[in-house]
Structure formats: C-alpha cells, structure tokens
C-alpha cells in the first residue's frame, strides 16, 4: 500500500515536472522566435533604402525638392506623386507640366545619391497662392515596397540666406580675366593692323 502511494506520488512529480519543463522549453522557444523576428526586423530596417525630403535653393535662382537616399541599398521603381494643389499653385507653367509629366515616371536612387526635382525659379518667392509640398514618393528594394510621405510648408519655411561661394567668386574672377584678354587682344589686333598699314605707305 505505502509502495503504490510511493509511486503515485514520484509518478505525480514527474508529470508536474515534464509539464513545467515543457513550458519552460515552449516559452524559451517563443523569446528565441521574438527574438529572431527583431533581429530580421531591425536588419531589414538598416539593410534598405531611405528617401528623405530636403528643400534647396541653388545657384540664387533655382528652389529644389531633393530626394536624399540615406539607407544602405539602392531605391529602386522610385514615383513621386505630388498632389496636385501644390502643382496648380506654381507661378511658371514650364515647371507645371513637368511636374505632370514626372507622376507618370520614375528613376533610381543610389546609395547616398540624390534626385532633384525642380519646383520653380525666383518667381516663387512670394506667391500668394502657394501651397505647402504635399504627395507621397514610393520605391522598392528586394521585392518590398516603401512608402513616404512628402510635406513641406513653404509659406512658414525659415528665410534663405543666399551668399557668394568660392566656386562663384572664383567664376566671376575667370570672366573678369576673359573679359580683360579680349580687350588686350583687340588693342594688339588694332596696333598691328596700324603697323601693316603704315608699312604699305
């Protein structure tokens, strides 16, 4: 009788025991699992392309949406899509239609590559009518999608500082020296000529 209850009880530590094991190892499993869909999660979120917005005014005339790859893999099937507010709002019906036509185009981005979208010249500044930068840009990188959005209020935009660059002084300096050959050049053309004429005589 003490032998069957004797038995009755190890028996019962050892279900109780093969139960908690196995709730121990199910629960194990579940934090490993976790813990390799974070590690692919965050793998993926490093290992793939990042567009982001930049707004630009270059060479004192041009005002620039850029598109900025940050990531670590080339942007792929890349299509902006700008909402149509924004583009019915542009001063220069030039830079309108081409903003029409780019919906039905798209382009790649490198690794820290950039692609420039035009959004007007000087007239720009100060139309009543503008509207804030509003669409979506949309790419691929190894079968998955991506999606941003794009928003950048121009009207409440901080004031551009436009200064004269090396690359710009050093432009205006060339055509100083241009300008200053050429008038070396016509005085030389001129005193020869006067030479050949006075030697005919």
Not at 79 to 93: T, V
Not at 172 to 197: G, P, V
Request: net charge negative.
């Amino acid at each position: 009788m003490n032998a069957d209850w004797a038995m009755v009880i190890v028996t019962g530590i050892y279900v109780v025991a093969t139960i908690f094991i196995c709730w121990a190892n199910i629960k194990s499993a579940k934090a490993s699992k976790e813990q390799l869909c974070e590690m692919q999660r965050q793998y993926t979120e490093v290992n793939r392309p990042i567009i982001e917005v930049e707004f630009h005014y270059i060479q004192k005339t041009w005002y620039v949406v850029r598109f900025v790859n940050h990531g670590n893999k080339t942007a792929q099937h890349v299509k902006i899509h700008l909402e149509s507010a924004f583009i019915d709002s542009l001063p220069e019906q030039s830079i309108r239609k081409e903003l029409e036509r780019i919906k039905e185009r798209e382009c790649i981005i490198g690794v820290g590559q950039h692609y420039d979208l035009f959004i007007g010249s000087n007239k720009l500044r100060g139309n009543p009518n503008m509207k804030p930068i509003m669409g979506v840009i949309e790419y691929k990188s190894q079968d998955t999608d991506f999606q941003n959005d794009i928003f950048v209020d121009l009207e409440h935009y901080m004031v551009f500082y436009s200064s004269t660059t090396d690359e710009e002084k050093l432009l205006t300096m060339l055509k100083t020296i241009s300008t200053e050959l050429s008038s070396i050049k016509r005085a030389l053309d001129n005193c020869c000529s006067e030479k050949k004429d006075t030697s005919e005589i």
